[in-house]
């Protein structure tokens, strides 16, 4: 049973940092692609960053300012968030598929069959 649990969401000032780590557990592989999303109040979840075995993809939102990297000796993918923005606020869902895919992370969340239970990220003003 594959399980992902997410950790180091929190209140930041404008122009801080954050990093926010998703362990994945119940599959051996540290192969399998993985995104981030996020959602905010009243809008609809969108795609962050993603890891692949291909490589990363960023949203061009977030493209200088975040990074996603995997930690494949603790099987986990983490983001380092920089220069944070008050837009940045929402709820952040670690995600990863369902079979292992080799191609670049996809960037809906369709493509993607696990979810975590999310960690707020909160940036103040």
């Known amino acids: 049973q594959v399980q992902l649990v997410e950790s180091g969401g929190g209140l930041v000032q404008a122009g801080g940092s954050l990093r926010l780590s998703c362990a994945d557990s119940g599959r051996a592989s540290t192969n399998y692609p993985k995104a981030w999303f996020r959602q905010a109040p009243g809008k609809e979840r969108e795609f962050v960053a993603g890891?692949?075995?291909?490589?990363?993809r960023y949203a061009d939102s977030v493209k200088g300012r975040f990074t996603i990297s995997r930690d494949n000796a603790k099987n986990t993918v983490n983001l380092q968030m920089n220069s944070l923005k008050p837009e940045d606020t929402a709820v952040y869902y670690c995600?990863?598929?369902?079979?292992?895919?080799?191609?670049?992370?996809?960037?809906?969340?369709?493509?993607?069959?696990?979810w975590g239970q999310g960690t707020q990220v909160t940036v103040s003003s």
């Open positions: 890891i692949s075995w291909t490589g990363t």
């Open positions: 995600a990863t598929t369902a079979r292992f895919v080799y191609g670049p992370p996809a960037l809906v969340a369709g493509g993607y069959g696990y």
